[in-house]
Nanobody, 126 residues
Framework: QMQLVESGGGLVQAGGSLRLSCTASTRTFNRYAMGWFRQFPGKEREFVAAISFTGGSTSYADSVKGRFTVSRDNAKKTIYLEMNSLKPEDTAVYYC???????????????????WGQGTQVTVSS
């Protein structure tokens, strides 16, 4: 059973930056594609970004493309989400997740991700 722990959320002004981290407990971390999702109040969790098991392939939601960057450090069993040019509409709880099924080509499908972190709040003030 993999455990994922996110950190790095907080309050930032519009136009600012934050970097989220997600660290896994499993030694087989480098076999999983990893993803970031976010959830707005009263809404379903939505895809933000994903990265393949080697880090060689990434995918982004259109709403964050060009502003967010996902990366990973397999030696540290950690993925990152660098968020720049933040907007108030980016305010949400951000979750990391692990996908054991599609390690090579990261998927945007929430149902493919078996393991989830507890989430970290990101608030962007205008």
């Amino acid at each position: 059973q993999m455990q994922l722990v996110e950190s790095g959320g907080g309050l930032v002004q519009a136009g600012g930056s934050l970097r989220l981290s997600c660290t896994a407990s499993t030694r087989t971390f480098n076999r999983y594609a990893m993803g970031w999702f976010r959830q707005f109040p009263g809404k379903e969790r939505e895809f933000v970004a994903a990265i393949s098991f080697t880090g060689g392939s990434t995918s982004y939601a259109d709403s964050v493309k060009g502003r967010f960057t996902v990366s990973r450090d397999n030696a540290k069993k950690t993925i990152y989400l660098e968020m720049n040019s933040l907007k108030p509409e980016d305010t949400a709880v951000y979750y990391c997740a692990a996908d054991p099924i599609n390690p090579i080509i990261p998927t945007t499908a929430r149902d493919s991700y078996d393991y989830w972190g507890q989430g970290t709040q990101v608030t962007v003030s205008s």
